[in-house]
């Protein structure tokens, strides 16, 4: 996890080669078999890009109930990540509470789904 101190200037081409998009959740289920509480998120990112796997370690603020129908970000040109016997397609983003938990990032009005972040 990055802090302040430990900031790295990059460049604007940098940033733009992250592809964050926005997809809303369709799926989610409890992951406990993972080393940390998470929960497993399918997402759907649109018609170009579809449905996408996500373990996110989100169990503080979120039941997988109450996230079907979220949207939500997501880093989704990253290589996929093993997770236990679940394999993470995206990154889903999120910001630290202060205490430990994470806070989903989410466009405050719906928008269509596998819209670029810009």
Not at 14 to 32: K, L, N, Q, S
Not at 87 to 104: A, H, R, Y
Request: glycine share 10%.
């Amino acid at each position: 996890m990055a802090t302040d101190d430990d900031s790295v200037t990059i460049t604007f081409d940098d940033f733009m080669r992250v592809d964050i998009r926005v997809g809303t959740i369709v799926e989610a289920e409890p992951y406990p078999e993972a080393r940390k509480p998470a929960i497993k998120l399918w997402i759907d990112f649109g018609p170009k890009i579809g449905i996408k796997k996500s373990s996110a370690q989100i169990v503080t603020h979120y039941s997988p109930e109450g996230l079907i129908g979220r949207q939500v970000a997501a880093v989704v040109n990253f290589p996929p990540r093993q997770i236990g016997k679940f394999m993470s397609e995206v990154l889903t983003l999120g910001f630290e509470d202060g205490n430990g938990g994470i806070v989903l990032i989410q466009p405050s009005l719906p928008v269509p789904n596998g819209g670029r972040m810009s």
